[in-house]
């Protein structure tokens, strides 16, 4: 980098939060392109939440790093779009446990193709090893940080 590039000077959230915003706004246009225009971002962290067996809303909301009430806003709108299901939970109980649909998993597959696609460019444009130092650096600075428990990567609602 030129040291007169601003972005030489500009303090490390902002430059982190950029990179992020770009990254992820690529994503999702290319997702939207694929025929998901109706998710956003936050509904992929809702997906990724209740990959496996599901959850509760309490564990949802938790796993999120959200109120028990906005993981309920978005179990529902979900469940009316069809990518998930609330079925009786395995252990009895009133508890009901959210689940993925078949849907949301067409849909987690193509963001994954979507996803690898967006990084092996990002690997040709930077340098697969230079994209490989960058992803060592901030699992380094999440360390150091967040130590062994990794905090929940809050959707903006």
Same mark, same amino acid.
């Given at each position: 980098?030129?040291?007169?590039?601003?972005?030489?000077?500009?303090e490390l959230?902002?430059?982190?939060?950029?990179?992020?915003?770009?990254?992820?706004?690529?994503?999702?246009?290319?997702?939207?392109?694929?025929?998901?225009?109706?998710?956003?971002?936050?509904?992929?962290?809702?997906?990724?939440?209740?990959?496996?067996?599901?959850?509760?809303?309490?564990?949802?909301?938790?796993? @999120?790093?959200?109120?028990?009430? #906005?993981?309920?806003?978005?179990?529902?709108?979900? &469940?009316? !779009?069809?990518? =998930? /299901? +609330?079925?009786?939970?395995?252990?009895?109980?009133?508890?009901?446990?959210?689940?993925?649909?078949?849907?949301a998993d067409?849909?987690?597959?193509v963001a994954?193709?979507?996803?690898?696609? @967006?990084?092996?460019?990002?690997? #040709?444009?930077?340098?697969?090893?230079?994209?490989? &130092?960058? !992803?060592?650096? =901030? /699992? +380094?600075?999440?360390?150091?940080?967040?130590?062994?428990?990794?905090?929940?990567?809050?959707?903006?609602?």
């Open positions: 980098m030129h040291p007169d590039d601003p972005l030489a000077r500009t959230t902002f430059v982190l939060g950029m990179a992020f915003q770009l990254v992820v706004a690529e994503f999702v246009r290319r997702l939207d392109a694929e025929g998901y225009a109706e998710l956003r971002p936050a509904h992929g962290a809702v997906f990724q939440a209740l990959r496996g067996r599901g959850a509760t809303s309490t564990e949802l909301a938790e796993r @999120l790093g959200v109120t028990k009430q #906005a993981a309920g806003q978005m179990v529902a709108d979900l &469940e009316q !779009r069809g990518y =998930l /299901s +609330r079925v009786d939970h395995p252990e009895g109980g009133r508890r009901r446990l959210v689940v993925l649909t078949g849907k067409e849909h987690m597959a994954g193709q979507v996803l690898y696609k @967006l990084e092996a460019e990002l690997s #040709a444009r930077l340098g697969e090893e230079s994209l490989m &130092e960058l !992803r060592v650096a =901030l /699992s +380094r600075l999440i360390r150091e940080l967040a130590g062994t428990d990794l905090p929940p990567l809050r959707p903006a609602w």
